[in-house]
């Protein structure tokens, strides 16, 4: 990684900083305080500005360099990510968008508290939903950390430290001054941008192979170490059954976890109808999945150009496969065009961390003002004291953000990630879809469903692997490992929707009919929707 490459990088990324400060700013002046503005960007956005926009949001750093860098490394095994990324979006496009859409404000407790009892259930739903978002933003945190030294050429730990630092620091400025309208303008920056430069590494690798695919998949094969071994399933989930219900487990985790995430579902609030909101996420779908598909070529073209042991070499997770592949189609080391397809690689990467994180932060602070800060007082909030409460906790949840990222910038925590996706699908999904579909369902059936699929989610990781007893592990030198999987999906999203089963046929107070009928009516139809 030369001068030059780390030059260029900062000087696009630095233009990437100026652009969406730019429009921070401009939207600054042009905010009146109201909670729809600052919550939903006045429900303004086009289903095709929504669907850019949701797509910067989910189409992470870990997607873009992750991903890649699992197909480079473990070939098939790695693609299965990409299948429990996309199936996602048929879970969401058809039990979520336009119903959440129809039933909501801003957040998921507005959809759970419209037939229950509103204190208990905003508590739970909110807290729930700040953890899913902390758990996001933290390995978001490290990833920038990491990442920006490693791209950056700088190996210590202060660089990463003030990666973090700078980071945080930018995105608490996006959410605190620009609010919905800002981030989501700053999303639909960041995926052009992304999409753009997925394209041109698609194109440039095709072009070195000719067009041809096969020729394509057989180098990346012999390159690989395994032959043909590298095109079939198992090279990495097959080995043992425990290696086999962890996939399965994160699998469940990332189908089922999309349509609880709190920062996707804000998204269909941001749209004036919920025939917009199911358009956004058609449009959603059409965008990802190209990008997902691309990715799947970057991934084998990373292990035919480069070669696994190069990526590995580089980093052992494989994430910097795309930088790489970049320098490689460039011309190689020292190459003008390798100089500059590195940079814009590296451009990118940091405009989708400040990008996501932002969209987070947003989320989260939404939660703590609406549910958290509106539920515990005794009388009910102006909307500008509301308004102001959801700014101040993006500053806290920022600083929050930041001290935890320092603190584990040397871990392995790329396992937040799907357990924030295990969370959301545990407690989040399981009283939604409840909520929309079960006549029957109680005040107590929702509270249980939460803390039912959070608390075991969070305990099962404790007693993980993950934390404890391997080399590997958060805490290597101690051992409380019960739980042989690293994934908890597979028992917590059961518990979840058992917890609200049971919480609801065991609870004393009946089911409100016609509070049921209103939503159903409402979901359906969109009478009387925000």
């Known amino acids: 990684?030369?001068?030059?490459?780390?030059?260029?990088?900062?000087?696009?990324?630095?233009?990437?900083?100026?652009?969406?400060?730019?429009?921070?700013?401009?939207?600054?002046?042009?905010?009146?305080?109201?909670a729809e503005e600052f919550y939903a960007g006045g429900r303004l956005f086009s289903p095709m500005e929504n669907g850019f926009a949701i797509a910067g949001d989910y189409m992470s750093a870990a997607s873009f360099l992750g991903v890649t860098g699992l197909i480079a490394l473990y070939g098939y095994d790695g693609m299965l990510y990409v299948v429990g990324?996309?199936?996602?979006?048929?879970?969401?496009?058809?039990?979520?968008?336009?119903?959440?859409?129809?039933?909501?404000?801003?957040?998921?407790?507005?959809?759970?508290?419209?037939?229950?009892?509103?204190?208990?259930?905003?508590?739970?739903?909110?807290?729930?939903?700040?953890?899913?978002?902390?758990?996001?933003?933290?390995?978001?945190?490290?990833?920038?950390?990491?990442?920006?030294?490693?791209l950056l050429g700088r190996t210590s730990g202060a660089a990463g430290a003030w990666a973090v630092i700078g980071v945080g620091a930018l995105m608490v400025i996006y959410v605190s001054l620009g609010g919905m309208r800002a981030t989501t303008w700053i999303q639909i920056v960041?995926?052009?941008?992304?999409?753009?430069?997925?394209?041109?590494?698609?194109?440039?690798?095709?072009?070195?192979?000719?067009?041809?695919?096969?020729?394509?998949?057989?180098?990346?094969?012999?390159?690989?170490?395994?032959?043909?071994?590298?095109?079939?399933?198992?090279?990495?989930?097959?080995?043992?059954?425990?290696?086999?219900l962890d996939f399965i487990s994160l699998g469940l985790a990332l189908v089922l976890g999309t349509a609880g995430l709190p920062h996707i579902l804000s998204r269909f609030y941001t749209v004036p109808t919920a025939r917009a909101a199911r358009r956004s996420a058609v449009w959603s779908i059409g965008l990802i999945g190209g990008f997902y598909l691309m990715t799947i070529v970057l991934g084998f073209g990373a292990a035919a150009v480069v070669g696994?042991?190069?990526?590995?070499?580089?980093?052992?997770?494989?994430?910097?496969?795309?930088?790489?592949?970049?320098?490689?189609?460039?011309?190689?080391?020292?190459?003008?065009?390798?100089?500059?397809?590195?940079?814009?690689?590296?451009?990118?990467?940091?405009?989708?961390?400040?990008?996501?994180?932002?969209?987070?932060?947003?989320?989260?602070?939404v939660s703590v003002a609406h549910d958290l800060y509106a539920s515990l007082r005794r009388s009910r909030p102006t909307v500008r004291s509301e308004v102001a409460v959801a700014r101040w906790a993006a500053v806290g949840i920022g600083v929050v953000a930041i001290a935890l990222g320092l603190l584990a910038r040397d871990l392995n925590v790329a396992f937040l990630v799907g357990l924030a996706f295990a969370v959301a699908a545990s407690a989040n999904l399981p009283v939604l879809l409840y909520s929309l579909?079960?006549?029957?369902?109680?005040?107590?059936?929702?509270?249980?469903?939460?803390?039912?699929?959070?608390?075991?989610?969070?305990?099962?990781?404790?007693?993980?692997?993950?934390?404890?007893?391997?080399?590997?592990?958060?805490?290597?030198?101690?051992?409380?490992?019960?739980?042989?999987?690293?994934?908890?999906?597979?028992?917590?999203?059961?518990?979840g929707f058992l917890a609200g089963w049971l919480g609801t046929v065991t609870s004393v107070e009946a089911a409100d009919e016609a509070k049921y009928a209103e939503t159903e009516v409402r979901s359906l139809t969109g009478a009387g929707a925000a």
């Open 190 to 244: 960041k995926a052009v941008l992304l999409l753009s430069g997925t394209i041109a590494l698609t194109v440039l690798l095709l072009l070195r192979f000719h067009g041809d695919v096969d020729r394509l998949l057989l180098t990346a094969a012999e390159r690989s170490g395994h032959g043909r071994a590298f095109l079939a399933p198992g090279l990495k989930y097959g080995g043992t059954w425990t290696a086999r």
């Open 437 to 495: 579909f079960w006549r029957g369902f109680t005040t107590r059936g929702a509270v249980w469903a939460v803390y039912g699929g959070l608390i075991p989610a969070l305990g099962l990781v404790l007693l993980s692997p993950v934390v404890s007893g391997s080399p590997a592990s958060l805490f290597p030198d101690v051992d409380f490992q019960y739980f042989p999987l690293q994934n908890p999906g597979i028992v917590s999203i059961p518990l």
């Open 308 to 365: 696994p042991d190069a990526v590995r070499g580089s980093n052992a997770a494989g994430n910097t496969a795309v930088p790489l592949l970049a320098l490689e189609l460039g011309g190689g080391a020292g190459s003008t065009g390798g100089t500059v397809l590195f940079a814009v690689v590296a451009a990118v990467a940091f405009a989708t961390i400040l990008a996501v994180v932002a969209g987070i932060t947003l989320a989260s602070s």
């Open 1 to 34: 990684m030369t001068g030059h490459h780390q030059t260029l990088a900062l000087l696009l990324f630095s233009g990437f900083v100026a652009v969406t400060l730019g429009i921070t700013t401009w939207v600054s002046r042009r905010r009146h305080g109201s």
């Open 85 to 150: 990324f996309l199936v996602a979006w048929l879970v969401v496009l058809f039990l979520v968008a336009e119903l959440v859409r129809n039933c909501g404000r801003f957040t998921l407790a507005d959809v759970v508290a419209a037939r229950m009892r509103e204190r208990p259930v905003r508590i739970a739903a909110g807290t729930s939903s700040v953890m899913v978002s902390v758990l996001y933003l933290v390995a978001q945190m490290v990833g920038s950390g990491s990442l920006v030294a490693l």
